[in-house]
């Protein structure tokens, strides 16, 4: 009660009865207790942002968020272009995993956050960061025998999500993307963004899918990597509906993984029409899996092989993240280039 009243006020106080000062006291002590209740709703108001609390069922893993993470690790590249392209680099403190060259409009803010590791960053590197929040791309990301495991992050007081694409339920679309920027943009409080992107990115793929409406169904093999098998998208990637909407047609859609190895006579049976490879660093160069599929023998008669026609997109572009909607396109002109001259 002292810091509402004057030394002055207070020898006042003093002068008068008793009685006066007990009445005051009570009055007061109500009237400050009302004030002290105010204060605490108007700070407790004041400090929720606007759409906050929010809650997310990520893989499994609830989590409620009173207000939006501000130091934020990226593992693997796809999820650091979808926060930058919803303009959150100022809540990023650091990358990892880089495996495909950066979208250009994000190059710059790319390279201004540390890159904590060229590969999955151990703990104790992540802690170091001293992040709320991690967001991870692939399953590895959280990967329990290397100590990362989302327990473990929980249990040092740090928030994760893990990409959609890896939380193992069922065939994965084009509207998964969609939904994970929505789902992020609500983590942040940046909705109106994420749906302007998602606008953006459906434009671009309604384009595309436009152009090849109508056109035959070129049947694509995705070549990741591999030499004694062949390690390809499956059927519940993203790959495969990326794949369908540029007008073609996964071979190994009934393969039931986002990847997996298939053999060189599944391939040689299943007559691609075109090869999709995949993209990234050390996989071996795409100039190095052109030669070394040409130069298989057993391929010799597969139609792709004979007609040398290969459509190259980076391996981020083909997975939950903004890079998917850029592919649709650059898949349909290489898939039917005769409908985009």
Known sequence: MS???????????????????????????????ASDDGDRDAKATAAAPAGF??????????????????????????????????????RMVGTAFPDSAVLPELKKDYEAIPELAEREPSFEKILDAEPDFVYGGYGSAFAEKEGRSRKAFADAGIDTY???EYCGKGQVTMKDTYDEIRTIGKIFGVP????????????????????????????????????????????????????????????????????????WEQ????????????????????????????????????PAI????????PLTAT??????AYAVDDLARGLHPESFR
């Open 319 to 324: 997975l939950v993240g903004v890079r998917s």
């Open 53 to 90: 609390p929010v809650t997310v069922d990520n893989c499994g893993v609830k989590t409620t968020y009173d207000e939006p993470p501000s130091r934020v690790v990226t593992i693997h590249q796809h999820p650091a272009e979808l926060m930058l392209a919803l303009g959150l680099k100022d």
């Open 3 to 33: 810091q509402l009243f004057t030394p002055a006020r207070t020898r006042g106080f003093l002068r008068a009865t008793a009685a006066a000062v007990a009445l005051s006291s009570v009055l007061l002590t109500a009237a400050c207790g």
């Open 306 to 313: 004979r007609n040398k026609r290969f459509v190259v997109l």
């Open 267 to 302: 391939v040689v049976e299943r007559k691609p029409e075109v090869i999709a490879i995949y993209d990234y660093a050390g996989a071996g160069s795409v100039e190095e899996k052109k030669k070394f599929l040409l130069s298989q023998t057993a391929l010799a008669d597969v």
């Open 162 to 164: 893990l990409n959609r």
């Open 192 to 263: 109106e963004r994420a749906d302007k992107l998602v606008t953006d990115l459906q434009g671009r793929v309604a384009q595309a899918t436009a152009e090849v409406e109508g056109e035959h169904e070129v049947p694509v093999f995705v070549y990741d990597s591999g030499d004694k098998s062949a390690f390809t998208a499956g059927g519940k990637g993203l790959g495969t509906d990326v794949i369908r909407l540029a007008g073609g047609k996964n071979v190994f859609a009934d393969l039931d993984e986002v990847f997996g190895d298939v053999s």
